[in-house]
């Protein structure tokens, strides 16, 4: 099953561990993958997209022209991604940063979730929003279990966070939940 997501949001919100989480959860399922980082010119503060496309038979490019879904973090990039966006798609929009009212599309199924504070209440910190917003997408999608995402955290994080592990699953089964 063909999937391709592309997540946007400011440097510094996790972007880039988010896609290669996914990526290393679609190898632990034995799916093809390919993972595109996409870095503004600033470090923490520009901005910074990553598309990941997902499929059982063999992928011919990781370009992702018409997204199928979108995780967004923030303003500018719902402006970017989402005039480009398949009619059908799944848009996981942090509400925190950006109103719902902002989405010009009513042929998407937009999930607007307050990241932030499920994350605080989840695990205890705000800064695991991007987790939140993965297991949303992937609850919403299906595209890989929850469970897979999971277990691919000791691969995706450098280990001087694994001690991070543990809250890091937590805000990902509170977005999987959050869009259940």
Aim: hydrophobic share 50%; net charge neutral.
């Amino acid at each position: 099953m063909y999937n391709d997501v592309i997540m946007a949001g400011f440097g510094g919100q996790g972007i880039m561990l988010i896609g290669n989480l996914l990526a290393y959860a679609a190898i632990l399922e034995d799916k093809n993958v390919t993972f595109l980082p996409s870095y503004g010119v600033e470090m923490r503060g520009g901005t910074a997209n990553c598309s990941v496309v997902i499929d059982e038979r063999v992928i011919g490019s990781p370009i992702v022209g018409r997204p199928m879904s979108l995780i967004i973090m923030n303003r500018p990039s719902l402006l970017k991604f989402e005039p480009r966006m398949k009619s059908g798609g799944v848009v996981i929009l942090n509400k925190t940063l950006v109103a719902p009212e902002v989405s010009e599309r009513d042929d998407i199924d937009l999930l607007a979730l307050d990241l932030n504070a499920i994350s605080e209440e989840a695990a205890g910190n705000a800064r695991l929003a991007n987790m939140v917003a993965l297991g949303a997408y992937v609850q919403k999608s299906g595209v890989v279990a929850v469970d897979s995402v999971s277990a691919a955290l000791k691969d995706a994080l450098n280990p001087k966070y694994h001690k991070m592990i543990s809250a890091n699953k937590k805000a990902i089964e509170a977005g999987a939940a959050a869009a259940s």
